[in-house]
């Protein structure tokens, strides 16, 4: 008889030496199938290889955990992906469990905390850090259970190209990553400009970056 298939996680960090270390943590109880350092590495390993769960940072190059997030729901609605995070701030925890995240952990917590998120959300169960499951609970029942995170009031495609404008692209390499338009781009950045009431581009950038929207 041969022994039972172990879950199988997709790991997506761009800090090496933390990869490293949750690949030794994970080894023992999953099958770690690749290790990817950025978003749109993640949508398409996860494409190729359909993971039981995926473990994403929120912070990486190219596309976001969280945004990487939406876009793997609106592709595989089951997909189960467990976000691990520096970010201890209760918005973006709501923001996470509003987009579908089955769990929220953050990168100091325990690495126990990170296998028994893992264990819950291949249960279909929702994990979040305990030490902020009470502020995220309560912030859902005092506003609805709708986020807050500043940057929701942009839509999934300005917020890929926001990423890319703070991360120092131009708008030519902007539309070329996104396969759309200079001018797509341009129409795009003055929308966010007046959606977040900044009269800058630099200003634009400095939203992002403060809002965790780009990591760097």
């Known amino acids: 008889m041969s022994p039972p298939q172990r879950p199988r996680v997709l790991l997506a ?4 030496m933390v990869a490293e ?3 030794s ?4 109880e999953f099958d770690l199938l690749e290790v990817v350092e950025d978003g749109r590495s993640l949508l398409d390993a996860a494409a190729r290889l359909h993971p039981d769960v995926i473990v ?6 190219h596309l976001n955990g969280l945004d990487a ?8 609605p089951g997909v189960k992906v467990v976000l691990l995070t520096m970010h201890a701030e209760v918005a973006y925890a709501r923001r996470a469990l509003s987009e579908g995240a089955l769990g929220y952990v953050l990168k100091h917590a325990a690495p126990a905390e990170l296998l028994s998120a893992i264990r819950a959300a291949l249960r279909g169960q929702t994990y979040i850090t305990p030490t902020l499951a009470g502020g995220v609970f309560q912030s859902m029942r005092e506003g ?3 986020a807050k995170e ?3 009031a942009l839509t999934p495609r300005q917020r890929e190209i926001l990423q890319l404008l703070a991360e120092g692209r ?20 003055y929308q966010m400009m007046d959606t977040l009431q900044v009269r800058t581009s630099a200003e634009l950038v400095h939203f992002a970056l403060k809002h965790g929207i780009s990591p760097l």
């Open 13 to 16: 960090d761009d800090h090496r």
């Open 21 to 23: 270390g949750l690949r």
């Open 150 to 152: 500043p940057g929701a």
């Open 144 to 146: 609805g259970g709708q």
């Open 25 to 28: 943590l994970l080894s023992p």
């Open 170 to 189: 131009s708008a030519k390499e902007v539309a070329a990553a996104l396969g759309i338009s200079a001018r797509t781009v341009e129409f795009h950045k």
């Open 69 to 76: 997030l939406v876009q793997l729901r609106r592709h595989d």
């Open 56 to 61: 994403a940072d929120i912070s990486m190059p």
